[in-house]
């Protein structure tokens, strides 16, 4: 039996954050040895996330041990399929993404002379468009640079189910195919996840971080939903570690 779970530590600073980690690690390699059970320590990572300009202002890497043994730091590490990396602009997950995409494209492309346009869409259902949904909540905030990388590939997708050259403007082919392009669908994410949270429909963690406040002017009354102050966080530091467990280190 396997199982995987993660870690997420907060502090002020370095010294503080690898004390109180390596304490917990030890109490978790204790109850690990009481329950005869072990840890994959080659599969054990860790990995500090922040902005570029305070990574690069941190002189020492902390120290992480289990049982004396050195856990090793890595740059990216995937939780959930999702590919996160120590500064959280995605890059290295979009760019596995697109990869992958482009390869189900391809392979709609070399077949589609062989199925019904009805079949093909199912393909491209199946095989393209779960990689633009999967997770897109989290990693649409990505950059503009990043976004319009995943909409060329999508562009390229539609191009290929209607047949199209490769100029064609892709407003028009997700209009005849009845689709939206990814600027679109990640509005509609995140409406449905704020109207969810707002209505009781998500977890309780999640419908914590927003309230309603009421904005009374001289001419009208207007209703505005708010995401919590604190919940807006400055990422500056975070610590990985799977299979064990994602360890993150944030402030």
């Known amino acids: 039996m396997y199982a995987d779970t993660h870690l997420t530590y907060a502090g002020d600073c370095v010294d503080n954050l690898q004390l109180y980690l390596n304490r917990d690690l030890d109490n978790v390699h204790d109850w690990l040895r009481a329950n005869k059970l072990t840890l994959n320590m080659t599969k054990t990572e860790f990995m500090l996330i922040g902005s570029r300009q305070r990574l690069s202002t941190l002189t020492d890497s ?10 090793s730091q890595v740059t990216t590490a995937k939780s959930l399929g999702v590919t996160l990396d120590n500064k959280l602009d995605w890059s290295s997950y979009i760019g596995k993404l697109t990869k992958t995409v482009a390869s189900g494209i391809g392979a709609i492309k070399r077949i589609r002379h062989l199925v019904r ?17 999967y997770c897109n909540i989290v990693w649409g905030n990505c950059g503009m640079t990043l976004q319009n990388k995943i909409q060329k590939v999508q562009n390229r997708a539609a191009r290929v189910l209607t047949y ?7 407003g028009d082919l997700f209009e005849l195919l009845g689709r939206k392009n990814l600027a679109f669908q990640l509005q509609i994410q995140r409406a449905t996840m704020v ?3 707002l209505h009781g429909l998500a977890p309780d963690y999640l419908c914590s971080k927003f309230e309603r406040r009421v904005l009374r002017g001289t001419l009208r009354i207007s209703s ?12 500056a530091l975070a610590i990985v570690a799977p299979p064990f467990g994602t360890v993150f280190l944030v402030t």
């Open 195 to 197: 109207y969810k949270s």
């Open 117 to 133: 346009q009805a079949s093909l869409h199912l393909i491209h259902q199946a095989l393209i468009q779960p990689h633009f949904d």
């Open 224 to 235: 505005m939903f708010h995401c919590r102050k604190q919940t807006i966080i400055r990422i």
């Open 62 to 71: 902390p120290t992480i041990t289990i049982n004396d043994n050195p856990v």
């Open 164 to 170: 199209s050259s490769y100029d064609a403007y892709a």
